[in-house]
């Protein structure tokens, strides 16, 4: 960091949204802390608010600020954005342009600190939320695209959260009442909706109309309310089982399989 130029008198008030798994986001945290130290007190008046996002509440952000600020951001795929005075300055590009104009600023630290860091701060932030997650790894045409994390709130909904985990762990063998293999692997997704939501968990048919939960068919388990983006469906009479629907942004439309 160059500490040969003072900024001319200005307020500077950043803003700072991002993935906490994304090492992008963390080069873009360090950076604007280290000006934020070095110049909180001076006559540039430096603040610095940092919001930690998980993909779902980061995209959900992400797609209001692309509707509020249109043109070129239909195309942003940074994974943070910057404010300036409640201005959007952007996403790496610009920030970088910004704070060495501004601030004689380059960034020194290796990509690989970055890195450790999003690791670091994604299991702390996962940690932190004192819930249990479960994950899925998805597969396109029998090749493996990423998977997917799925946080349980247990305290809203326990009987689905147990029956979605236990789901997708396959710990629970097989259905005493129907002989199905209580596990996620290798279903599909029977429904996908671009940039809405997916549709799967059908453990027998694979088509969305059958199914069991881990309790068994002469149990299926009342619907339980949870303010998360992912629902077991109901079978009739408000009740639950094994299809689920999860709301996530897809960008392919191809059936998908669930490798774990």
């Known amino acids: 960091m160059n500490t ?9 008030n950043f803003k700072l949204y991002g993935l906490v798994g994304s090492s992008e986001f963390h080069m873009a945290k360090s950076i604007l802390q280290d000006i934020h130290t070095k110049y ?8 610095l608010e940092v919001t930690e996002l998980l993909e779902f509440d980061w995209r959900s952000y992400m797609d209001k600020v692309i509707r509020a600020e249109k043109g070129e951001f239909w195309t942003y795929k940074d994974d943070f ?5 409640n201005k959007v300055l952007g996403g790496s590009k610009q920030l970088i342009e910004f704070v060495e104009e501004t601030f004689v600023y ?10 450790a860091m999003a690791e670091d701060a994604y299991k702390r932030f ?8 479960v994950y899925m790894d998805v597969a396109i045409n029998a090749e493996n695209t990423g998977r997917l994390i799925i946080e349980l709130f247990a305290e809203y909904a326990p009987k689905t959260c147990d029956n979605f985990k236990f789901l997708c762990t396959g710990e629970k063998g097989r259905s005493e009442d129907t002989g199905l293999r209580l596990h996620y692997l290798n279903t599909i997704f029977h429904r996908i909706v671009k940039n809405g939501w997916v549709q799967g968990g059908d453990i027998d048919l694979g088509k969305g109309d059958g199914g069991c939960s881990v309790y068994g068919t002469s149990e299926q388990f009342q619907d339980e ?9 109901y079978c009739g009479h408000g ?6 629907k999860q709301v996530t942004v897809l960008h392919h439309s191809s059936a998908l399989s669930l490798d774990e």
């Open 239 to 244: 009740k639950s089982w094994s299809p689920y």
């Open 106 to 115: 380059m960034n020194f630290r290796p990509q690989v600190l970055y890195e």
């Open 4 to 12: 040969n130029k003072e900024p001319t008198m200005q307020q500077y």
């Open 81 to 85: 954005v910057v404010f300036n005075n």
């Open 40 to 47: 909180a007190e001076s006559l540039a008046k430096v603040t």
């Open 126 to 133: 996962m940690d932190d939320s004192q819930h249990e997650f």
């Open 225 to 233: 309310s949870c303010p998360g983006p992912l629902h077991t469906r």
